[in-house]
Structures are given as structure tokens and as C-alpha cells.
């Protein structure tokens, strides 16, 4: 393996999270009686943290208005759309031929972790990772940067063996962070020049091409 240590970021790199994500924000605008954004809009902010999403939908910075939508999201994921995902093909694969070859994989995200885990459960991929790390919602900004850290730090990872997996520039940033290895791919939610503009070290456009890279 050319990587020991798989950090992989969540939406948009192991599960489509587009539908639920969408169906939940229509209806937490619809709740506020705030006419909808387009589903273009709300797909180009899925992995950015909870906080900033309602920012941006909402057009405000009013915390009162953001915990209530945030709150609302809460209701409406757990109960209703969390489910509704798709897990990339070849992903399982992916990650049984990683513990075969000996190597680990971890999860870091700025989604909710009760959420990630229950996901992540459901596909059962969850005996896959070592360690998954996510967020509890009330952060306004990435705090991804900061969870590649201690996730590195408490697990003692080698940096030189060691690569994050994900769709979107923050991914990348928080690899080059704390000095290691960074891979892009593109089926999820980002773009080639994305991860190329904040220095992706290789981008991938499919989970073929991902495997030949980390077992390379």
C-alpha cells in the first residue's frame, strides 16, 4: 500500500447525502416560511458546518434564527431523510481491500456525529473505521483542520503514510494543515479546480481510480 493511514471525509467522498440533505432544508425553510432555495444552492453547501449552511439559506446572522433552523434540521434529518443516501459504489470494497492490505481508515467530518455514525451503520461500513470524528452542529466555521490534528495525534499516525480522501477544498487545506499526504476526488460535490487551486498532491474522478491510487 502506498498509504498506511486513510483519512476519509464523509459526504460527498463514502455517501451521496444529496437527497435527505436537500428534502430536510426544504422543509426546515418551509417550517420558517421562507420560500425554498434551489437545489443547486443547498447541494453546493452540503460538508460545510450546520451553522454556516443556515447562514447562507437563511440570509442571516442572527443566532436566535440560526438555532431554531438548526434545531429544526435536527427534527427533520433524524426523523425523516437521514436515510435518504447512496453510498458510492465500490466504496465497501474499497475499504475491505484497505484491511486486507493491513491498513487503517478513519473518518473526519463536519457533520453531525450522531448522524455520521448512524449512516454509516446503516450501510454497515462502520466496522471499517477505526475512528470516526464529527461535529455537534453549533460550529460557524470548518473546524475539519482541527479534527485531522487530534485525530492524528491521538492515534499516533506516521504523517509520511498517512493521506485524507475528500470532494471539497476544505479537505485538502486541513491535509496540508498537518502535513500529510492529500488526495481529491471529483465524483462528489467538488470540482477539479477546487481541489487543484488549494493544492490537491493527485485528483481522482472515481472510486477505481481512488483504490489504484491508495493501493498503488
Known amino acids: 500500500m502506498k498509504y498506511t493511514n486513510i483519512i476519509f471525509d ?12 436537500i428534502k430536510a432544508f426544504y422543509a426546515v425553510m418551509t417550517d420558517m416560511g421562507i420560500e425554498p432555495a434551489d437545489e443547486k444552492t443547498i447541494g453546493e453547501l452540503i460538508g460545510v458546518p450546520l451553522s454556516q449552511f443556515l447562514e447562507v439559506l437563511l440570509k442571516t446572522n442572527d443566532a436566535k434564527i440560526i438555532k ?3 434545531e429544526l434540521f435536527k427534527k427533520h434529518y433524524d426523523r425523516e431523510y437521514s436515510s435518504d443516501n447512496i453510498l458510492y459504489p465500490g466504496i465497501p470494497e474499497l475499504l475491505e481491500n484497505i484491511k486486507e492490505n493491513s ?15 448512524k449512516i454509516l451503520e446503516q450501510h454497515d461500513i462502520r466496522k471499517y473505521f477505526q ?3 464529527g461535529t455537534d452542529g453549533t460550529g ?9 490534528r487530534d485525530l492524528v495525534e491521538e492515534n499516533n499516525l506516521d504523517r509520511a503514510i498517512t493521506v485524507i480522501v475528500g470532494d471539497r477544498r476544505d479537505d485538502v487545506v486541513a491535509g496540508k494543515d498537518n502535513l500529510i499526504h492529500t488526495v481529491g476526488i471529483t ?3 467538488g470540482s477539479r479546480e477546487e481541489l487543484e487551486e488549494v493544492g490537491a498532491e ?15
Open 10 to 21: 464523509f459526504d460527498g467522498t463514502l455517501v451521496d447525502t444529496r437527497p435527505g440533505i
Open 68 to 70: 431554531k433552523g438548526s
Open 187 to 189: 465524483y462528489g460535490y
Open 131 to 133: 475512528s470516526t470524528k
Open 202 to 216: 493527485i485528483v481522482v474522478r472515481d472510486v477505481e481510480g481512488l483504490k489504484s491510487v491508495l493501493m498503488e
Open 140 to 148: 460557524r466555521g470548518s473546524q475539519k483542520s482541527d479534527y485531522v
Open 103 to 117: 491498513g487503517s481508515s478513519f473518518v473526519v467530518s463536519n457533520k453531525i456525529d450522531a448522524f455520521l455514525n
